[in-house]
């Protein structure tokens, strides 16, 4: 089972490399920035129910 500390830093290291492929992206104009907004939008869903679903096996969430 994943513990929630080691999830926190699997998503902190997501989020930065993300920024990352942002920043690098500024130079060409086909990456919208609509998109980039749309991929950390579903991502932050996506770890906010991981988030979830981890306090709730560990008995400090009850959905």
């Known amino acids: ?3 929630y500390d ?3 830093k699997t998503e902190q290291m997501f ?5 990352a492929l942002f920043v690098d992206m500024q130079d060409h104009r086909y990456v ?22 981890i306090l709730e096996n560990q008995g400090f969430l009850t959905i």
């Open 32 to 53: 919208p920035v609509a998109l980039f907004y749309r991929f950390l939008l579903e991502s932050q869903i996506y770890f906010c129910n991981k988030k979830a679903k």
């Open 15 to 19: 989020y930065l490399y993300l920024i």
């Open 6 to 8: 080691d999830f926190y």
């Open 1 to 3: 089972m994943q513990s």
